[in-house]
């Protein structure tokens, strides 16, 4: 996994070409595990609660169908806002999501799914540059900026799509799905993570195991380490629950704290 030794400044957007690629593979990986599903295999609950598998999938089809029309994507969230006034805006556009294909079988879910993969990608490698900048919601984005379509499309919708991989895989006990693209992925994560933790100083963080590398969050300030299981960390920024701790190298229990309590989109 590639090194980052500078805190960016401000997030940035993957380009639509490696996009792109990037949903080829990762969709590619989740739409096998679909095929590897049997019977009761769907009804097994995730990590996202009150998602089973079938939920999941109805879910991430969704996604791509808000990929690939930005009136489908913005009318889900104004669906959502009223039928589900209750939830937050995203988790109302997402119970949209696994409403609009409640009557599907699971094997036309998992049929449609692999179908949309190339539509996809091609729909996100033309995306106009002029509408990448408009506004879904004014708050989700790193340190409360806006969300913008061109972020939304190229970075969240994919890690998302990546990131469920790994529920279905832990939900059902097979393999998780290998992509190819995993370091661009975690990259997007690991740059969203320095971001969020802002100009400060902050310590250089090391990554083991399935997922490994090094990156620097905040600004080198005294010499400060913290290690952590990559796979993990990257489940504990999305929200869901670790199965390990942060731990500190040479950093102070403050800087431990404060990776452990960051959040980002996905």
């Known amino acids: 996994m590639k090194n980052v030794h500078d805190s960016p400044t401000s997030f940035h957007y993957t380009d639509r070409q490696s996009a792109a690629a990037g949903y080829v593979a990762v969709m590619t990986g989740v739409a096998d595990l679909f095929d590897t599903f049997e019977g009761q295999d769907w009804e097994r609950p995730t990590d996202c609660a009150g998602w089973n598998v079938r939920d999941m999938a109805s879910h991430l089809l969704g996604a791509?169908?808000?990929?690939?029309?930005?009136?489908?994507?913005?009318?889900?969230?104004?669906?959502?806002?009223?039928?589900?006034?209750?939830?937050?805006?995203?988790?109302?556009?997402?119970?949209?999501?696994?409403?609009?294909?409640?009557?599907?079988?699971?094997?036309?879910?998992?049929?449609?799914?692999?179908?949309?993969?190339?539509?996809?990608?091609?729909?996100?490698?033309?995306?106009?540059?002029?509408?990448?900048?408009?506004?879904?919601?004014?708050?989700?984005?790193?340190?409360?900026?806006?969300?913008?379509?061109?972020?939304?499309?190229?970075?969240?919708?994919?890690?998302?799509?990546?990131?469920?991989?790994?529920?279905?895989?832990?939900a059902t006990g097979v393999p998780r799905p290998a992509c190819g693209v995993e370091a661009m992925v975690v990259g997007q994560i690991m740059d969203d993570a320095a971001y969020q933790w802002g100009a400060e100083a902050g310590p250089e963080v090391v990554l083991s195991g399935e997922i490994s590398g090094t990156w620097q969050l905040g600004r080198p300030g005294q010499p400060a380490r913290v290690t952590a299981a990559g796979l993990d960390l990257c489940r504990r920024l999305s929200g869901r629950r670790p199965e390990t701790e942060v731990m500190a190298l040479s950093a102070n229990p403050a800087d431990v704290d404060k990776l452990a309590g960051l959040r980002i989109l996905f």
């Open 64 to 170: 791509q169908e808000d990929l690939m029309s930005v009136p489908g994507v913005l009318g889900r969230r104004w669906t959502g806002r009223r039928r589900y006034p209750g939830l937050s805006l995203l988790d109302a556009a997402n119970q949209v999501q696994i409403d609009s294909h409640a009557s599907e079988s699971t094997a036309e879910l998992a049929r449609s799914y692999r179908a949309n993969i190339p539509k996809v990608a091609r729909y996100v490698s033309r995306f106009p540059r002029m509408l990448s900048g408009i506004s879904v919601d004014k708050t989700m984005a790193p340190r409360n900026s806006p969300l913008r379509l061109g972020y939304l499309y190229n970075v969240i919708y994919l890690r998302d799509a990546w990131m469920h991989g790994i529920d279905l895989a832990r």
